[in-house]
T-cell receptor, first 114, second 108 residues
Framework: DAMVIQNPRYQVTQFGKPVTLSCSQTLNHNVMYWYQQKSSQAPKLLFH???????NEADTPDNFQSRRPNTSFCFLDIRSPGLGDAAMYLCATSRDGQRDQPQHFGDGTRLSIL | QKEVEQDPGPLSVPEGAIVSLNCTYSNSAFQYFMWYRQYSRKGPELLMY????GNKEDGRFTAQVDKSSKYISLFIRDSQPSDSATYLCAIGSSTLTFGKGTMLLVSP
């Protein structure tokens, strides 16, 4: 089945230790998104790639970076995680980012900070 | 005023009940409307999407949009325990803005 796959499902890191979360997709979609979701909160868009074009949300901290080496893969790098960065991180894709194209989500990576 | 408002619940109903879930939004520029279901420790799963006022039906689910009132609803008929989840509305133009979600509990 075509899908969005996030690895790992659970990640534990130490305060200040860089961490990378990965997302892959078999849908061949042009757009990939990264969201942060804290408990009982709405998913918050961090940034998205339209093909290779990177689009950062204005309020996304500089601590968060992303890479998209090819159509299928996208990475979220947190350079110096703080306790406030503990959350579920969701990757999503859409075919071409047009208004009538829904987003398809992976099952997320739950990040804990020690 | 937040862009998308959604009652967090929890909403508890008996099996077989009709469920009504609602969101209000403030930005009249929003053009499309989606409902996602999210089970615990899983990603959101798309249920319904539409970009026009009126009703859209898919099995036991009906999405309703009233652009004049900036109000959207999701109705679930013959609710089942397997429907127990958090339901997120998502509304947008170029990007999506999510509500916080309503937790639904359907008891057998």
């Amino acid at each position: 089945d075509a899908m969005v796959i996030q690895n790992p499902r659970y990640q534990v890191t130490q305060f200040g230790k860089p961490v990378t979360l990965s997302c892959s997709q078999t849908l061949n979609h042009n757009v990939m998104y990264w969201y942060q979701q804290k408990s009982s909160q709405a998913p918050k868009l961090l940034f998205h790639y339209y093909d290779k074009d990177f689009n950062n949300e204005a309020d996304t901290p500089d601590n968060f970076q992303s890479r998209r080496p090819n159509t299928s893969f996208c990475f979220l790098d947190i350079r110096s995680p703080g306790l406030g960065d503990a959350a579920m991180y969701l990757c999503a894709t859409s075919r071409d980012g047009q208004r009538d194209q829904p987003q398809h989500f992976g099952d997320g990576t739950r990040l804990s900070i020690l | 005023q937040k862009e998308v408002e959604q009652d967090p619940g929890p909403l508890s109903v008996p099996e077989g009940a009709i469920v009504s879930l609602n969101c209000t939004y403030s930005n009249s520029a929003f053009q499309y409307f989606m409902w996602y279901r999210q089970y615990s420790r899983k990603g959101p799963e798309l249920l319904m999407y539409t970009y026009s006022s009126g009703n859209k039906e898919d099995g036991r689910f009906t999405a309703q949009v009233d652009k004049s009132s900036k109000y959207i609803s999701l109705f679930i008929r013959d609710s089942q325990p397997s429907d127990s989840a958090t339901y997120l509305c998502a509304i947008g133009s170029s990007t999506l803005t999510f509500g916080k979600g309503t937790m639904l509990l359907v008891s057998p």
